[in-house]
């Protein structure tokens, strides 16, 4: 083995990266825009859902009621009647349909705790659960305002203080904007250094190398440090300029200590990259694997919906993928602020599950090589 | 020069009307001028050929002779009619047959040799009866008889022209257009091709054969040539008279006479001068039985060779023989099976890399970078091969100036032509000067006064360096300028000798003649059980009488279902015998089902949690209880203070921690206020918003639950109730929310990628062309792509839905046979999607990632998957109000979850089972029949 060797071939990689317009718009268009639209178009929980009131009292309470809804949270309700009810909401129409009774305000007043019914469709779970305590809220306060005009409310005696850490108005753009970069930090090793070497391989200069002193492990770890470092010196101007610049996401720990991270990171993800490349035969071969990896890697590792909802066999099989500890160390990093105290399990979890996918992809690339001379 | 003199001379079918005219005609790929007002009469009834290097516009002009090129300007007729007419084209295009370039380019390789005929034969409607004549006839004629059932794929290359061959000629056409049709084929496959072409032409004397060849030696047998250079035509004329009007012997010299002069400057004829006889003795190469398998293949069987130093040893032989293999071998880059070797009297050992740095290596496809500039390309080399720092600039000026490549230093090897592409790897491979240049087929493609030149920079190197050259080649003039030459045939040396001894040997009169005569040897050990030898009975051709008029009448001229059908099952078989895409088809789907209905599902329950309880009585336990107690939290042990609680908190272990005050109870029982802390890990937002509807609910509860207690519960009670009743899905689980809304995007990502690659594979293996020179009319190639595709959707579905039911205990509420019909119509609408994006897609990367896109975004953020049709704006709402998605996502839900039925959902129905007849229209108006 030859340092002097990984070097050169490395600069020939980043050399041919430079001559690859499509690869060099993905990784603009992956650091910038791409981080940009999945920060701010991250919908807010509640986005227009659409709601239908039945109103059967027409009292000014109702009218009050009814009068609270409204965009964003909400579309402007429609008035409809109990009979088309079912049909709106069997259509899919109507998230949630407000029934409020007749002689509601009446009892109200009287003490007589009238009921209102609201239906929600449960199928609709991104408004239904959230959107059902919103409205739940809505109407209380609305109850108690109209009531307290006409008589006192008593306090409940213990209150709840809560607090959000970390991000204290749950702002969705914070989080979106920082997994968006764990995403494409996985998805673009992945694709350069497995379209590099398939590349390589439809164009014949892998078999070119073999001829010169250049041993396998020389390649391919070139090509490990080259497509690393590219997508490193990206991630951290994406974290720096579009992240904490642009989107003035504020970043609790050291950036420099989540770049450590992520080298180790690149270290599996582009390992795997290699693998995957020596699995296909052709690029659209590596597009179709692409497909079935990449997204089970970057849904399940716990970036877009909590861990703990998964059920417990997938949150093992998942620990075997780098994605998952590098989820857990850049959320513990930039949001929580951890230092290396706290996150050095998964830095150890990375590197060895980046050294066993080097150790196989080394394998594997030796043997298609073999296959190919 | 004197192209018009030379182009009115005319060929031997002066009398009967020519073939094919062309007027003018200019063809551009962007900038680069493939063909220049080329005027062109290509007399009926004879072997016409087209002669010329690679890249001089040979393949562009058959191509548009064929039909299967869009005409950029100018005129071409063909069999009397214009080919700018699509009329006129689907009247001839059943009189035509086209073969294009490279070994089995129209040929589908994991389909059968029968296969591959059959689904000709069932594109010009030939019945069952027809078709196994037919078939017959022509394997019996080619000798492809035995192998019937082998992979087209899997057959050498000279079968597989044989192949092409049989499909071309299943139509009895009246011209036959051949695009290099022995190009890296072995000369006896070669010598029977041609003799076969003879046969063909004995019995139906009336047709036209135009060939396009770089073997002049063949062209010399043809009745009329057309030389080209640089998308011109440099003269047209019998053979005899090109020799004559040049004054030359053979029709390689006549050609480079043809030239325009600036080509022509600098050449020379290249001549070897004889070895000093002093250099003999050292031995530089040496093998014994060498052998290379791989798996059952035997690549290589025991060769024995001694190659002394400064030697010009030639291999020659067909594509896949074995001569890559061995020479990689010899020289240590790949171990043998079996067999030793020597390089140099030392031992070759494949993992010794000092043994490489003696070897200069040249492969067939000038490997450089493209990405780098010619002068990089030489640095890095000269790194890798460890020359010395302090030495690099000298060296690489050195190559530079040798291989005459100054001019061009600072280009990118890809811009460069072809000639300049080899003397640059020619230089690379000689960066570190080493003894041994290994070379493999260096000169396939190169013009003649290029590759000419390459070989007098050999000659060089051998003779005054004392270069050992190692080169082989499919050109038979080439191997008469090597020193000593072996002749290679499936994996055997067949004879080692000098050309001249060979040729003496064999008593033949050219090296050509020797090799068949070795080769016919050697073959005939092989084949000797072969029950059919081609050349040995001769079959009759199909008779002509008997054929079906190849045009089919009426309405099935322009829609044939049985050309549908067998598209289809073409398709159907592909796909069949391609793992990597069936894969997707059925698991694919499956595994992403999984996924989605995991990776999306909000149901978030054993959060972890821990007290910082400082009062520690039993209400604040009774407190702790209320939340532990609950299936969504999972108490951790408690915390001891406040930084305790920050570290663990940073550290994630707790999504939630709660701070009891002290004297909470006696606060309480005071009716004092009191304030319960607690602090939630927003670094996940869903979560928390998760854990503090949790947590507000469990509050209240508490509250109540207490108040109750103490015996004043409506104080504490609301002034109003809201009931609320969540339908459909009473436990408010997110799988059985999410699963039937995955159904529909799986059913429609993966059946409109898979029906876009479809298409697009044809476009980037180049077997569309089939689709272009065959009566098969747009509608009929798109339906029949279609079909497999919706009936694997199908299966997808039927598999989709029992995961649900099963696996994921989705329970289906309402008509099962509602959903299915919806499920097939929209399907179809998905396919009909993948069609369409394919009519303007060129790669197959872009397909994937194209559909992918256009696919995901629509299903997934306008068809009311997240955010209802109803709560959009603009243009997502235009796009979900029409998308197929959104009205397959209401039948699934309503089906799935709301217990409906088809009188329910009939609204729904209505635009899916138009959308796949439109966008399927559409798609075939787009789709181009012919190439731009």
Redesign the interface.
């Known amino acids: 083995m030859?340092a002097?060797?990984i070097l050169?071939?490395g600069v020939?990689e980043l050399?041919?990266?430079?001559?690859?317009p499509i690869m060099l718009v993905l990784i603009a268009y992956a650091f910038t825009f791409s981080i940009y639209t999945a920060a701010t178009a991250m919908?807010e929980?509640l986005?227009?859902?659409?709601i239908a009131i039945v109103d059967e009292d027409r009292s000014p309470l109702s009218g009050r009621i009814s009068s609270a809804f409204y965009p964003p949270y909400f579309?402007l309700p429609k008035f409809i009647t109990q009979a088309e009810m079912d049909a709106r909401?069997?259509?899919?129409?109507?998230?949630f349909a407000l029934n409020i009774p007749p002689e509601?305000q009446r009892d109200?007043l009287a003490?007589r705790?009238?009921?209102?019914?609201?239906?929600?469709?449960?199928?609709?779970?991104?408004?239904?659960?959230?959107g059902?305590?919103y409205?739940?809220t809505i109407?209380?306060d609305e109850?108690?305002a109209f009531?307290q005009r006409y008589r006192d409310?008593?306090?409940?005696?213990?209150?709840?203080?809560?607090?959000?850490?970390?991000?204290?108005q749950?702002?969705?753009s914070?989080?979106g904007a920082i997994m968006q970069v764990i995403n494409n930090v996985t998805m673009l090793s992945i694709v350069l250094t497995g379209a590099a070497l398939i590349r390589e391989r439809e164009?014949?200069?892998v078999?070119?190398?073999?001829?010169?002193?250049?041993?396998p492990f020389e390649i391919m770890t070139s090509k490990v440090w080259a497509m690393g470092f590219v997508v490193l010196a990206a991630s951290a101007f994406a974290l720096v300029f579009m992240v904490q610049g642009l989107l003035s996401v504020p970043i609790e720990g050291s950036i420099a200590l989540f770049l450590a991270g992520t080298s180790v990171h690149l270290f599996a993800t582009t390992s795997m990259g290699i693998f995957l490349g020596t699995l296909?035969r052709?690029?659209?071969?590596?597009?179709?694997?692409l497909?079935?990896i990449l997204?089970?890697l970057q849904?399940?590792s716990g970036g877009?919906?909590?861990r703990?909802?998964?059920?417990e066999i997938?949150q093992y099989i998942m620990l075997a993928a780098p994605n998952t500890h590098f989820v857990?160390l850049a959320?513990?990093i930039l949001?929580?602020?951890?230092g290396l105290a706290?996150v050095w399990p998964q830095f150890i979890a990375i590197a060895a599950i980046g050294a066993a996918l080097f150790g196989l992809a080394l394998a594997r690339f030796r043997k298609t090589i073999?296959?190919m001379? | 020069m004197n192209r018009d003199v030379l182009a009115q001379t005319g060929g031997p079918g002066d009398a009967a009307p020519p073939v094919a005219c062309l007027r003018d005609v200019t063809l551009r790929y962007g900038k680069v001028h493939a063909l220049s007002e080329v005027s062109l009469d290509i007399p009926a009834g004879c072997m016409a050929g087209l002669i010329g290097p690679d890249g001089v516009g040979k393949s562009s002009l058959l191509a548009l002779i064929a039909g299967a090129r869009k005409i950029q300007a100018g005129q071409v007729e063909v069999l009397g009619g214009d080919m700018t007419e699509a009329s006129h084209r689907r009247t001839v295009c059943p009189r035509i047959a086209y073969m294009p370039q490279g070994l089995g380019k129209n040929l589908y390789p994991t389909l059968s040799v029968f296969e591959n005929i059959d689904f000709f034969g069932r594109l010009f409607g030939h019945d069952g009866g027809e078709r196994a004549r037919r078939i017959e006839a022509l394997t019996l004629a080619t000798g492809l008889r035995p192998f019937l059932d082998r992979p087209a794929g899997k057959l050498s290359g000279g079968m597989k022209q044989k192949l092409g061959l049989c499909c071309a000629l299943i139509h009895d056409p009246d011209l036959l257009i051949l695009d290099e049709p022995t190009t890296g084929v072995d000369p006896l496959s070669r010598r029977q091709f041609w003799e076969l072409i003879g046969r063909i032409r004995h019995t139906r004397p009336g047709m036209s054969v135009v060939v396009a060849t770089a073997y002049m030696e063949e062209a010399a047998r043809f009745d009329w040539l057309v030389a080209m250079d640089a998308g011109r035509v440099l003269a047209a004329e019998t053979p005899q008279g090109l020799l004559k009007h040049t004054d030359t012997r053979s029709l390689e010299a006549a050609f480079i006479a043809l030239l325009p002069e600036d080509k022509r400057r600098g050449y020379r004829p290249v001549e070897i001068p004889p070895r000093p006889a002093e250099a003999d003795g050292e031995t530089a190469i040496e093998a014994r039985d060498l052998t290379m398998r791989?798996g059952d293949f035997t690549a290589v069987d025991h060769v024995n060779l001694r190659i002394q130093r400064g030697e010009i040893f030639g291999f020659l032989g067909s594509n896949g023989c074995g001569k890559t293999t061995t020479m990689?071998m010899l020289?240590g880059?790949?171990?043998p099976s079996e067999g030793r070797a020597w390089l140099f009297g030392h031992e070759v050992d494949p993992h010794d890399?000092?043994t490489?740095?003696r070897?200069g290596?040249m492969?067939q496809?000038f490997?450089?970078?493209?990405?780098?500039t010619v002068r990089?390309n030489l640095e890095?080399?000269a790194?890798?091969?460890?020359v010395p720092v302090e030495e690099i600039p000298h060296r690489v000026e050195e190559m530079i100036g040798r291989f005459e490549l100054a001019g061009v230093a600072d280009m990118?090897p890809g811009a460069l032509p072809l000639g300049h592409r080899q003397r640059l790897s020619l230089a690379v491979a000689m960066i570190h000067k080493p003894e041994m240049l290994?070379l493999d087929e260096p000169t396939s493609g190169v013009d003649p006064v290029a590759r000419d030149a390459f070989w007098r920079m050999l000659v060089e190197l051998s003779r005054h360096d004392g270069v050992t050259i190692f080169i082989s080649t499919h050109f038979m003039n080439e191997a008469g300028r090597c020193d000593r030459i072996s002749l290679m045939h499936a994996g055997l040396v067949l004879a080692t000798d000098t050309p001249a001894a060979l040729t003496k040997q064999r008593a033949a009169d050219s090296l050509e003649d020797a090799f068949i005569g070795y080769l016919e040897d050697a073959t005939a050990v092989v084949e000797a059980d072969a029950p059919l030898r081609s050349d040995r009975t001769p079959a009759p051709m199909p008779a002509q009488a008997t054929a079906t008029e190849a045009g089919p009448h009426g309405w099935r001229r322009f829609f044939d279902p049985r050309r549908v059908v067998s598209y289809a099952r073409r398709e159907a078989l592909e796909l069949r015998r391609d793992p990597?895409?069936l894969t997707?088809a059925l698991v694919?789907s499956v595994?992403?089902m999984?996924?989605?209905g995991?990776?999306?599902?909000?149901?978030?329950?054993?959060?972890t949690f821990a007290v910082l309880d400082r009062d520690q009585t039993t209400v604040s336990r009774d407190y702790t209880l209320n939340i532990s107690g609950s299936r969504y939290f999972v108490e951790q042990p408690p915390i001891t203070d406040y930084d305790d609680l920050d570290?663990r908190?940073?550290?994630?272990k707790l999504?939630l921690a709660i701070e009891i005050p002290s004297s909470f109870a006696r606060d309480?029982a005071r009716?004092r206020?009191?304030?319960?802390?607690?602090?939630?890990?927003?670094?996940?937002?869903?979560?928390?918003?998760?854990v503090?509807?949790y947590?507000?609910g469990m509050?209240a509860h508490w509250?109540a639950t207490k108040a109750r207690e103490a015996g004043h519960g409506d104080?504490?009670?609301?002034?109003?109730?809201?009931?609320?009743?969540?339908?459909?899905?009473?436990d408010?689980k997110?799988l059985?929310?999410?699963v039937?809304?995955v159904i529909p995007l799986l059913l429609m990502l993966i059946p409109a990628m898979l029906a876009a690659?479809s298409v697009v594979?044809e476009k980037?293996l180049g077997s569309i062309t089939n689709f272009y020179v065959t009566p098969t009319t747009r509608l009929e190639f798109l339906l029949g792509k279609q079909l497999p595709y919706v009936v694997l959707s199908a299966l997808s579905f039927l598999l989709l839905t029992l995961l649900a039911v099963t696996v994921f205990g989705v329970p289906l509420k309402g008509s099962f046979l509602t959903l299915t019909a919806g499920a097939l119509l929209y399907v179809g609408a998905a396919t009909a999607v993948g069609l369409l994006i394919s009519t303007f897609m060129r790669?197959?990367?872009a397909a994937?990632?194209g559909t992918?896109v256009l696919t995901i975004l629509p299903a997934a953020s306008f068809s009311?998957m997240?955010?209802?049709v109803?709560?959009?704006q603009g243009v997502g709402r235009l796009i979900g109000e029409i998308y197929p998605t959104t009205h397959f996502?209401?039948i699934a839900?309503?089906t799935f979850?709301?217990a409906?039925n088809f009188s329910?959902l009939y609204?729904s129905f209505i635009p899916l089972a138009l959308a796949g007849p439109v966008l399927l229209g559409l798609s075939a108006v787009l789709l181009k029949k012919q190439e731009n």
């Open positions: 030859r002097a060797n050169h071939l020939k050399r041919s990266l430079t001559r690859d919908p929980t986005n227009k859902a659409p579309v909401m069997d259509a899919g129409l109507d998230t509601f109200l003490g705790r009238p009921t209102i019914q609201l239906n929600v469709d449960a199928t609709r779970m991104s408004q239904a659960f959230t059902s305590g409205i739940q109407v209380a109850v108690r009531a409310i008593a306090e409940p005696p213990v209150g709840l203080a809560l607090r959000v850490r970390f991000n204290p749950l702002n969705k914070w989080f164009h014949g200069t078999e070119h190398l073999l001829v010169m002193p250049v041993t296909a052709s690029m659209p071969q590596f597009g179709l694997l497909m079935l997204l089970p849904m399940l877009t919906t909590p703990e909802s998964m059920p997938v857990m959320q513990a949001y929580r602020g951890a706290v073999a296959a001379a | 791989f990689k020289t880059l790949l171990p890399l000092a490489r740095r070897v290596y492969s496809f490997s450089l970078y493209t990405e780098l990089q890095l080399h790194r890798l091969f460890h990118l290994i990597v895409r997707l694919g595994i992403l999984f996924v989605m995991y990776g999306i599902s909000l149901d978030v329950e054993d959060l570290r908190m940073r550290a994630g999504s309480i009716g206020a009191v304030e319960i802390g607690a602090w939630i890990d927003g670094a996940m937002p869903t979560r928390a918003e998760t503090r509807g947590v507000q509050h509250l104080a504490l009670a609301g002034l109003a109730n809201l009931e609320t009743r969540f339908r459909y899905n009473p408010v997110s059985v929310a999410m039937p809304a690659l594979r980037e790669s197959q990367i994937l990632f992918a009311g997240i955010d209802p109803s709560s959009l996502l209401t839900r309503g979850s709301k409906l329910d609204a």
